[in-house]
Every structure is written in structure tokens, then in C-alpha cells.
């Protein structure tokens, strides 16, 4: 059974950063498009960034600049760089694996 394992989120100030990753098992990334979305509170889950296999990437642009998306193949983990971090991007975010592989979640929290 495939399993996606988020961890790194947590509580920062804003202008922050962090780092969150994604460890998948019983799927090879390097073969997989991938994303990362948040569910932030009241709103619906939106795609904040996707890598697939060509190398293309594409974000939100909400964090175009901030964000980046990539790949440890070696470890079979997605990665999601996060700097310059505001209070809006405030959210649960969730890793997928394409096409219906999903984690379980990782709380962002960022204060003002």
C-alpha cells in the first residue's frame, strides 16, 4: 500500500521559513508527477505547487518566489521549500502523488 508521510510544518513568525517534506513508500517519486496543496482555514484545498516529470513547475501565484518545489529521489521524498512566509499561507498542506496519492497532512501555522 502506498504511503505518504508529511512532516516539518509547524509554528513561525512571519518572513520565516520551512521546509516540509514528504516521504513516500511503495511508489517511486522519480517517475511520479507530484504536488503539494494546503487546505487553509474556511476555504476549499487549492494547488500550491506541482512538479511533474519533464521538471516542469508550476505555483499558486500567491507564493511564486517564495516557494519551491523539488525532489530527493534518493530518498524517495518530495520536498516543499517555503520562505518569506506570511500569515495567508496559513493552512493544513497536503502532499499528492498523481494521480490520487494523498498524505496525511502537516499544519502551517504562521503569526503576525
Known amino acids: 500500500q502506498v504511503q505518504l508521510v508529511e512532516s516539518g510544518g509547524g509554528l513561525v513568525q512571519t518572513g520565516g521559513s520551512l521546509r516540509l517534506s514528504c516521504a513516500a513508500s511503495?511508489?517511486?517519486?522519480?517517475?511520479?508527477?507530484v504536488g503539494w496543496y494546503r487546505q487553509s482555514p474556511g476555504k476549499q484545498r487549492e494547488l500550491v505547487a506541482s512538479l511533474n516529470v519533464g521538471g516542469q513547475t508550476n505555483y499558486a501565484d500567491s507564493v511564486k518566489g517564495r516557494f519551491t518545489i523539488l525532489k530527493d529521489n534518493a530518498k524517495n521524498t518530495v520536498l516543499l521549500q517555503m520562505n518569506s512566509l506570511k500569515p495567508e499561507d496559513t493552512g493544513v498542506y497536503y502532499c499528492?502523488?498523481?494521480?490520487?496519492?494523498w498524505g496525511q497532512g502537516t499544519q502551517v501555522t504562521v503569526s503576525s
Open positions: 499528492r502523488v498523481f494521480s490520487n496519492y
Open positions: 511503495r511508489i517511486s517519486i522519480s517517475i511520479k508527477a
